[in-house]
């Protein structure tokens, strides 16, 4: 597999923006960070437009000295550009319905995540540019090392090259927005919505189940629970070893720590072969992820995501995790820091 190929500012040309419309539908995280970035690079004032029900969310654009578009039809056929920063999973109602039929046959369309468009659930004209520019951060953090002078990771790809200049003005619009300074990322909705969902549907639940287990097992061996929930993660510990993967390397943060636990940590996981856990995770990325079982499967409860109480499948699951040993335990944690304060 070759390298993938990494944008910089230099290879951006934002002239390609010139006299264009610019609409962000969306005003939260992303959106709001985006088009103040977006703005601030010097495409002007009057070319961005945010297009957002009568709400907070638009009352913040205004006040941000936004223009504020309520009436989405008229987004959709001013837009040269669109960028799509809403809920992924409501994308497709609002975008499909309201935007599609009205907009421009050759409308740039701008996504932050892959996953609608890897799973064909929006529709597209044939000659318009389906870029994907998306941020590996959280919106606060867009916005603020864009104020700091400095970018943040992001990956970028042409899905659909309908004008045939997909790939300047996605590189345009992300040194826009500032994802170009710290490099960004050739990649591809595939890619993007695979690591994604391979993260929170494999990697994470086994991360979160090694800790309710180690939690069981040095319960049952005699620890107490305020000792447990400050050595596994009250402490912060793991946040900062996390903190020093990113900054001195993976396996290189590990000399912070102490020569038992060096020795520890690096002959225990080189001990466990992970084979089971290699076959294990293939079947959730080809079984669940890439062939769109996971992608149906949340379809069909997407709406119940609306309901109260034992109906939202959410909060259900919220339920039977707060059961568990170690989510009782911190709860009585809590409580009693909280009566000492
Ligand atoms: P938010 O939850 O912050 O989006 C809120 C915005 O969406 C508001 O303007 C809200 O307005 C609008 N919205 C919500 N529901 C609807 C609806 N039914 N119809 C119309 N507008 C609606 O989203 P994010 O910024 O978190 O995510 C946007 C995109 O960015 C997604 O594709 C996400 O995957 C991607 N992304 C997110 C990251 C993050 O850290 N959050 C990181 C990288 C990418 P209102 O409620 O008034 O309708």
């Not at 935007?99 to 064909?120: E, H, L, R």
């Not at 050739?186 to 494999?202: G, N, P, V, Y």
């Not at 690096?266 to 992970?274: A, P, Q, T, Y």
């Not at 109480?309 to 944690?333: F, M």
């Amino acid at each position: 597999m070759p390298s993938a190929r990494i944008f910089y500012d230099a290879d951006a040309d934002l002239s390609l923006l010139d006299g264009k419309n610019i609409v962000f539908l969306g005003f939260g995280k992303q959106g709001s960070a985006q088009a103040q970035n977006l703005r601030d690079t010097g495409i002007p004032n009057e070319q961005i437009t945010i297009a957002n029900v009568k709400d907070s969310f638009a009352d913040e654009a205004r006040a941000k000295g936004f223009n504020v578009e309520h009436d989405f039809s008229k987004a959709a056929e001013i837009a040269d550009v669109l960028f799509i920063l809403i809920p992924d999973q409501v994308q497709p109602g609002v975008f499909n319905n309201k935007f599609f039929p009205k907009m421009k046959d050759t409308a740039v369309i701008v996504v932050a995540s892959g996953y609608n468009v890897f799973f064909n659930l929006l529709k597209f004209k044939p000659q318009q540019d389906v870029v994907m520019v998306a941020p590996r951060m959280i919106g606060s953090s867009v916005r603020s090392l864009y104020q700091k002078g400095r970018g943040f990771p992001c990956f970028i790809s042409v899905e659909q090259d309908g004008t045939g200049n997909g790939l300047p003005i996605a590189l345009a619009l992300s040194r826009g927005i500032g994802a170009t300074k710290a490099g960004a990322i050739a990649s591809s909705a595939r890619e993007e919505t695979a690591m994604d969902l391979f993260a929170e549907q494999a990697l994470w639940p086994n991360i979160i189940m090694m800790f309710r287990e180690a939690f069981n097992v040095l319960k049952e061996a005699g620890c107490s629970d305020e000792a447990l929930c400050y050595e596994m993660w009250m402490s912060k510990e793991p946040a900062e070893i996390f903190e020093r993967a990113a900054d001195d390397g993976f396996i290189a943060q590990l000399k912070h720590h102490s020569t038992i636990s060096q020795y520890g940590q690096l002959s225990g996981s080189l001990k466990l072969e992970g084979t089971s856990t290699r076959e294990h995770f293939k079947d959730i990325l080809y079984n669940q992820v890439l062939n769109g079982k996971f992608c149906k499967a949340f379809s069909l409860i997407e709406e119940d995501l609306e309901k109260e109480g034992a109906e939202n499948p959410l909060n259900e699951l919220y339920r039977r995790s707060e059961e568990t040993e170690l989510a009782q335990a911190e709860k009585r944690v809590r409580a009693r820091l909280a009566e000492l304060l």
